[in-house]
């Protein structure tokens, strides 16, 4: 069957892989193999059940999800994210950051490298995902400089305060009605001086970013993607001023917001 679909190629070696499986199998195209992976499991189910799920009262959550796949398929915004580091993060002196929902890690450790003052605390709701982070981190000798916790920032106790706050691709995990409470809950670990800088795709984008809009409003939560006007004004209920926005991709709707936490209103 691989043969006649051209994924395969029989030698006299036996079986080898070809065409788009073989690109797809070398680790540095790791994050498009991981995107088609997602497509054809989450996204296959959000279209074929979700009527049917929402018909019976159920939603998605979750355990619906491969975080570890969902981590890995996020990279392919890689160019984009890493971009708004760029723009974003000092090169020097020292910075501490708050990374909420560090996934892999990397975006840590691609902050690590651009600043070797760069001190960071990944924060991870899956602990699944958490180890991998934590596994991540001793291969790239981050150990002194990065840690790794599993935990929701709901409900954690500001004491430690960052120079930086990221919400990378997350805040559609949260209601759409608690996300002025989860801001400002954010805004409590910014050191006075810092910001936050958080990525996301909104609302009107390609079909990719519908499938994820539709994942969203189809949750037990309901958290859709946002608007642009929207999050900004959310950023400015929540105390946040200096609201800045930037489009990551040309024509397509993946934004940057940076903005720096005064206090709760």
Not at 123 to 143: F, G, S, T
Not at 157 to 164: N, P, Q, V
Not at 238 to 264: C, E, H, M, S, W
Request: charged letters at 20%.
């Amino acid at each position: 069957m691989g043969v006649r679909l051209g994924f395969l190629e029989l030698s006299q070696r036996g079986y080898n892989l070809r065409g788009l499986a073989k690109k797809l199998a070398l680790p540095q195209n790791d994050a498009a193999l991981a995107l088609v992976q997602e497509v054809a499991d989450l996204h296959y189910k959000l279209i074929s059940r979700t009527p049917e799920k929402l018909r019976n009262g159920e939603f998605w959550g979750l355990k619906d999800q491969d975080g570890e796949v969902i981590a890995r398929s996020s990279r392919v915004l890689e160019a984009f994210q890493t971009g708004a580091i760029d723009r974003t993060f000092p090169v020097s002196g020292r910075v501490s950051l708050l990374e909420i929902g560090c996934g892999s890690g990397f975006y840590i450790k691609y902050a690590a490298s651009r600043n070797p003052l760069l001190s960071a605390l990944g924060l991870e709701l899956q602990p699944h995902v958490a180890e991998v982070a934590r596994r991540n981190i001793r291969e790239w000798a981050l150990q002194d400089r990065a840690r790794i916790e599993i935990g929701d920032i709901r409900g954690k106790t500001a004491g430690e305060l960052f120079d930086i706050v990221t919400l990378y691709n997350n805040i559609y995990y949260f209601p759409v009605e608690d996300r002025v409470t989860l801001l400002r809950q954010v805004g409590k670990f910014i050191k006075t001086g810092g910001f936050l800088l958080m990525t996301t795709c909104c609302q009107g984008g390609n079909l990719g970013i519908e499938v994820l809009n539709l994942w969203g409003a189809a949750t037990a939560t309901r958290g859709r993607l946002p608007a642009v006007d929207e999050l900004v004004h959310q950023l400015q209920d929540a105390g946040y001023r200096n609201v800045q926005t930037t489009r990551l991709i040309p024509g397509d709707t993946f934004y940057a917001f940076k903005a720096y936490f005064a206090a709760a209103t």
